[in-house]
């Protein structure tokens, strides 16, 4: 329906290239002429390694910003932990939706302006219900928000509807229902809630990591600025200490830097040594997809922390009982440069 020309909700700015029939990617690295099952295949992966393994709020929501905190140089959506849904199918979608016409992918595509397009809010809406889903609806059962005080604390000053000035906490928008906000179930949900992302590899690629001087990479601050270029592959030891019962396998990417003068996508694969820019993304080697969105001004400077759980990732390859795990990293812009400062698995809390 946005597709009307001439009605409210349509906006010119947009993809051309993703216009119905066309099945919109998730992957960065998802071809727009690709078979439509190979796209559907790995938009399943990109949700199912988006919402369902990011079992925890940090994962999928992302951390925290208190008061204090330097935003110079980030912003809310850089957030030093910032989760899977945001970074990961929420920012491809305003990537696709943006007109690559534009120097910024304007309008969606650049938070600045993104909310010129109605779609945005039905986008955003969407985001709301998967949240609820996120909660409600995983094969592991009801999952939770953060409890930390300051965030169910934090304050908010709005105009209502009478122009009065009123404050919100943000506990009293955790429960859509008490909004007056009741999602039907979507059936096509079943879809990514129990996709089974097959394994390419099924033994340790670390051996043959070896043989090619794939280096080792440990947590910051032992490696110095790591330049990820097109693509960049580390050894990776794994926690020696057995995983407690109530834990998540957590890979952290630390210290991520760039400028977002473009939109620039930065994907990671365990036990692929080779992965590229080709490297498919419906399979369980592939871990999640950080998409970075173009900025202008103060906020071209990002700086991230980046979280994905592993543990379903390893056990589906069969390589959970491997000491040291190959990680690649893979940058969808040539052009655009890209550092981290550590690599660094450990066990979380649920």
Known sequence: MFTRVNTS???????????????VPLAATTAYSLNESIV????????????????????????????????????VINAPLGGGIENGVHNGIHYYTGDPRQQLLQNMGNFATASRDPIFYAHHSNVDR?????????????????????????????????????RVLAKDALDSQKLGIYYKKAKSDELWINYNPP??????AVPVAIASSVPYVGESPLNGTINIG????????RPTEKKPSKSLEVLTIQGVQTLRDEFVALIAFVNLPGAGSTTTTDSAEYLGTFNIIPATGKNRNLMATIKY?????????????????????????????VTIQGLKIDYEDK
Do not use: C
């Open 9 to 23: 909700i349509y906006d010119e700015k947009r993809n051309p290239n993703v216009q119905p029939p066309i099945v």
């Open 40 to 75: 559907t295949n790995k938009n399943l992966n990109n949700m199912y390694q988006s919402i369902v393994t990011a079992s925890t709020a940090t994962l999928f929501m992302g951390g925290a910003f208190r008061a204090g905190t330097d935003l110079s140089n980030s912003t």
């Open 130 to 166: 998967l949240w609820n889903v996120w909660r409600f609806d995983m094969p592991d059962g009801e999952r939770f928000d953060h409890t930390d005080p300051d965030f169910l604390n934090a304050e908010f000053v709005f105009y209502d509807e009478k122009g009065q000035m009123v």
């Open 199 to 204: 394994a390419k590899t099924n033994v340790s």
């Open 230 to 237: 097109t693509n960049f592959s580390a050894i990776v030891k």
């Open 309 to 337: 759980e592993i543990g379903d990732n390893l056990k589906r390859i069969g390589i959970q009982k491997e000491e040291e795990v190959v990680i690649s990293l893979v940058v969808t812009k040539s052009n655009t440069t």
